[in-house]
Every structure is written in structure tokens, then in C-alpha cells.
């Protein structure tokens, strides 16, 4: 059963502004942090952002220290979306970008919930 939906991947040019949507349940986007991660090539999977429970945009954000002002979460209760836009991207930030559901965070580290979509590739050339 899937229960997120990620789209808005493609190929960008560095210093261009993808933007990523998750679609969710309203019953797990409403229940769940919820936040994006991303693995590149030969890489492992990392934490990218995650936004807590709340309306609208959601009352708390946080980021990986490499897409910090230049990577927006916000939630979408209207549509039951996740979104993640991305400005000003890096050649390194390439990877397949995975939308996740029940993230938590212990001391500093965020640990990914159990709830995965089938990811999206981006991909940004110099």
C-alpha cells in the first residue's frame, strides 16, 4: 500500500530552484513529523529536513547543516502535501530524494520513521 507519493524531480541547472511535493494520508501528514531525505550515488541515505506538527507551513523546521538557507519545508494541509523547495542548488545536491513519515529526532540526531515514498531524482549539472 503506498501511502507517499513524491514527485517534482528532474534535472536542473546549478543555482536553479526545484521544487519537491510528497503527497500523504491526511491522517499521516497530520500525525507524523514529517521530512525528506536524500541519497546520492555511492552514498548513504541522509537527513535533508524535517517540519513538526502544525498548521500551515508547521511551527518548526529543521535542516542538515548543507541545505540550510537554501532548502524550505512546508506542509500543505489543503492538498496533504510535503513540499521541499530548493533554491540556489549544488552539483551536490544530487541524489534521489526520499519523502518520510514519523521521523525522530534524539539529542542532535534525527532517525527516519518507518513510512517511505519510492523517491525522486534530482539531478544538477554545472
Given at each position: 500500500?503506498?501511502?507517499?507519493v513524491e514527485s517534482g524531480g528532474g534535472s536542473v541547472q546549478a543555482g536553479g530552484s526545484p521544487r519537491l511535493s510528497c503527497v500523504a494520508s491526511r491522517?499521516?501528514?497530520?500525525?507524523?513529523?514529517?521530512?525528506?531525505?536524500?541519497?546520492a550515488p555511492g552514498k548513504q541515505r541522509e537527513f535533508v529536513a524535517a517540519a513538526g506538527p502544525g498548521r500551515s507551513t508547521g511551527r518548526s523546521q529543521d535542516y542538515a547543516d548543507s541545505v540550510k538557507g537554501r532548502f524550505t519545508i512546508?506542509?500543505?494541509?489543503?492538498?496533504?502535501?510535503v513540499n521541499l523547495e530548493m533554491k540556489n542548488v549544488k552539483v551536490?545536491?544530487?541524489?534521489?530524494?526520499y519523502c518520510n513519515a514519523?521521523?525522530?529526532?534524539?539529542?542532535?540526531?534525527w532517525y527516519a520513521?518507518?513510512?517511505?515514498?519510492q523517491g525522486t531524482q534530482v539531478t544538477v549539472s554545472s
Open positions: 500500500q503506498v501511502q507517499l491522517s499521516i501528514i497530520s500525525n507524523n513529523i514529517m521530512g525528506w531525505y536524500r541519497q512546508s506542509r500543505d494541509y489543503a492538498r496533504n502535501t551536490e545536491d544530487t541524489g534521489v530524494y514519523g521521523l525522530k529526532k534524539v539529542l542532535s540526531t520513521g518507518d513510512v517511505w515514498g
